[in-house]
């Protein structure tokens, strides 16, 4: 055994037992009795205990200090590239401080929870200052004197900074205000009515994730409170809801879930239980559910699939022709919850936490004044006030957790989407011909091959610039977004 | 932080990995997608090595040496048995030869399920003289010296031996016979015809999991191929299976199974992660799904109240009235296979594994020669041959995967389960009205109170000594099955 056999070995245990968390984490939000979360929490508190020492096992020093670099294939250089950047992280930040986090961000949680129920941000307060305080904290042990926002973002978009996404994301929002505004005076489509069947929902959502490719012989859909998808590799499941008013939540939640799946389930098999078996950013992450969700699933060619499939489900709901259909699966409506909002006010948000969080890290803005910064900046984009807090600050459970820095990758995915769907496009030319059949094949497979397939080979920007064919900008999400919505509200 | 505290709370994070572990295999069992089962096997593998460097922690040795015992009360003193006997048994066995068992019985599995699906014993014999090779190695490892047999038992049933056994099912034996021959002269009571719906079965065995003190906030019940309960504490989840012919297989698998979940959910929660948490033995457990089953679930008074159930669930299925529905349900049948088989003969069975085993470790029957010592016993014991091997010697997975000393605690289990229904009849005379009305409250209290809130507190033979007044003994069992039989069958 060479130093970098053994350091893979070490690494495929630690990526096993990784897996193992997050299969914990899947029971707990779809099948765990309700009495059993003490239990649980001991449980997942014994294995991250468990991986926190692998990570930092002082061996991985020397299998990497051992290890003739020059020596090794892509892959193994790239494998290098993860394990140095995780062990170093590891490395940096103290125990205890790692163990405080961990422990405070749990309470929080709860804490959060509580305040958002009573619509009380001032019962939050001293528990949000306390995660920041930590987390800050923590970026400076990572930053060693640099950028203590860019060390946060750096845990999920390796390789970008915040002064990169603060131009991007600059060049983005006045261009969506305007486009938004024109909207709002247009006139809007209508909404959909009647109540759908929730087993029908359910069987027809089933239907749409095997249509976007997503193998159940690797993974299965089960309801939760909260759609996500959980796990790398061989066994990647996906959770959705249904609301009988609501059917689009339940297909789209689908859609988007299956987006994050097929990328796990896509990436080469000679990767399993190594760094490079699992996607590389979340920003490409949210490439991949986006594009499946809003740049394919809502396009005038999928929905008109859709619509047919929905009159076999559901018999005639209300709904006279496919164009109908489409305007109501894109109608632009105003609302509070960034879950909820349409592709066009999406990113407007995302980029209001990013601005926000920012200026908390950087001691520009006081967690006391934070709930009065977000109102205002509410109202300065969206024109009309928040009314509760449930409805505003407390509507994320993001910073609760100490996810400082993860907000923006939301919007960068919706960006890299952009760039891949225009190289999609030029690539695909028959992409429409087959989406008013249901048949993503093309789209899927594209993407399997530029984006999805590379698992952690290549960093972030540097996958989004070899499938695009051109460095990640903003431009051709606008571009997609105007044209777009401009014709759908002919203006 | 005293040396027991320490000793302590590493138990308990080991106790919470060791119910992770538990989590996986009932995963999948019931919900893992068919394609995950490589990765899942990696999983198990890592987190398996993980206990076991926990188990065979040098610093136990150390913190077992600084602890002043005297001053301990029972329950910790009782947690100190049953860590020195755990660490005792890791530390006596060659991580080699540890590892070796683990790998080989892995392969065995899948090599001994080819062989039973092609009814071919001789295929598996070169794996299954491995297995016990090693295995013999392993128990001459524990024994030091001392009775092989007994030391593999001892992993299932501390505190009882080989010769025990042999003493208790040699009288069982030959009076079980003699009952069974009658009973084979006697008129047989019909059998149940017809279809049952499938959905309604898993209805109907929910209730009854209810009816039986299943506690559903820290459980639940999904179907799978074998029933099977699993976990300890707080999450104790078990499975059933349907058939639609035969739903009394869907509602005693279930019976049985509460019974060992009750065991696991009953113990006092103080215990909870501690090696008092769990079941005692195999013996004490098979004790509990036992007597739920049979003692109680197959009672005249309880088969009553179940008749009008299925009448409720089913309609009119072809039976008139509660007492020949009593003697469907305790018809005594030819057949093959163990798991299958009857309170009546259901021990037969387990004897001559136990024989056969015991045989085998004593180097006193070859591997070579087993199928025909199986078809021998099977013959003398039962009055018909074998047909073939997966409906004999190939039937059960036990051997191949190295449980070598666990059948007998099958046989243990419905021993003690007869000095319970004494104790218990002697106690709770009141006990059959109750069960008429399908309540099993006063039941399932007394053996709560009397054995399940224990956990590991009192050796197994003392727990049942303990709750039945007097030392363990196959004569309760015995005067049970004959005054059952012979009235039912009029002999």
Same mark, same amino acid.
């Given at each position: 055994m060479t130093a970098y056999d053994d350091l893979m070995a070490h690494q495929r245990e630690t990526q096993a037992l990784a897996q193992v968390m997050g299969r914990l984490g899947w029971d707990q939000e779809t099948m765990m009795p309700r009495g059993a979360a003490p239990q649980r929490g001991e449980e997942m508190a014994a294995l991250e205990s468990v991986l926190h020492a692998r990570r930092t096992d002082p061996r991985i020093a020397d299998w990497l200090g051992a290890i003739n670099e020059p020596k090794l294939d892509e892959a193994g250089r790239a494998n290098l590239r993860h394990i140095r950047r995780s062990f170093d992280r590891a490395s940096k930040v103290p125990a205890a401080l790692a163990a405080r986090i961990a422990r405070v961000t749990s309470e929080a949680q709860g804490i959060w929870a509580e305040a958002r129920?009573?619509?009380?941000?001032?019962?939050?307060? /001293?528990?949000?200052?306390?995660?920041?305080?930590?987390?800050?904290?923590?970026?400076? *042990?990572?930053?060693? @004197? @640099?950028?203590?926002?860019?060390?946060?973002?750096?845990?999920?978009? /390796?390789?970008?900074?915040?002064?990169?996404?603060?131009?991007?994301?600059?060049? %983005?929002? =006045?261009? %969506?205000?305007?486009?938004?505004? *024109?909207?709002?005076? *247009?006139? *809007?489509? =209508?909404?959909?009515?009647?109540?759908?069947?929730?087993?029908?929902?359910?069987k027809l959502t089933r239907q749409l994730a095997r249509s976007f490719g997503y193998d159940m012989s690797h993974g299965r859909v089960d309801k939760a409170v909260h759609p996500f998808s959980s796990g790398s590799g061989l066994d990647v499941r996906i959770t959705t809801r249904t609301n009988e008013t609501d059917p689009f939540n339940c297909f789209y939640s689908t859609i988007h879930e299956v987006g994050h799946a097929a990328y796990e389930q896509g990436i080469d098999r000679n990767y399993l239980l190594t760094p490079l078996g699992q996607g590389v950013s979340m920003g490409v992450h949210e490439s991949q559910s986006r594009i499946y969700e809003n740049q394919i699933g809502r396009s005038r060619a999928f929905t008109g699939w859709l619509f047919g499939q929905m009159k076999d489900a559901f018999g005639d709901f209300g709904v006279s022709d496919a164009e109908t259909f489409?305007?109501?699966?894109?109608?632009?409506?105003?609302?509070?919850?960034?879950?909820?909002?349409?592709?066009?006010?999406?990113?407007?948000?995302?980029?209001?936490?990013?601005?926000?969080?920012?200026?908390l890290v950087a001691h520009d803005l006081q967690v006391n004044d934070l709930e009065a910064a977000w109102n205002d900046r509410f109202e300065a984009d969206f024109g009309y006030p928040v009314d509760k807090a449930s409805n505003g600050v407390l509507q994320d459970v993001h910073w609760s957790v100490g996810l400082i820095g993860y907000f923006p990758t939301y919007s960068l995915g919706n960006v890299y989407a952009g760039c891949l769907h225009d190289a999609l496009r030029r690539d695909v030319p028959e992409l429409d011909a087959q989406l008013a059949q249901g048949d993503t094949t093309a789209a899927t497979g594209w993407l399997n091959q530029n984006v999805q397939k590379h698992g952690g080979l290549y960093e972030p920007k540097e996958v989004i610039e070899k499938a695009s064919g051109q460095p990640p900008s903003e431009s051709p999400l606008l571009s997609y977004l105007k044209g777009k919505f401009s014709e759908l509200y002919a203006i």
């Open positions: 129920a009573n619509d009380d941000f001032k019962s939050f307060v /001293p528990t949000l200052s306390e995660v920041l305080s930590l987390k800050r904290e923590e970026g400076q *042990a990572l930053a060693m @004197g @640099g950028d203590v926002y860019d060390a946060m973002l750096d845990d999920y978009e /390796p390789g970008t900074t915040g002064a990169e996404l603060e131009a991007m994301f600059g060049a %983005l929002r =006045p261009e %969506l205000s305007t486009l938004r505004a *024109a909207v709002r005076e *247009a006139e *809007a489509p =209508p909404r959909l009515t009647g109540t759908f069947d929730e087993n029908a929902q359910m489409y305007r109501i699966v894109n109608r632009v409506s105003d609302g509070f919850i960034r879950t909820e909002a349409d592709e066009l006010q999406y990113n407007l948000h995302v980029l209001m936490r990013f601005d926000l969080e920012r200026a």
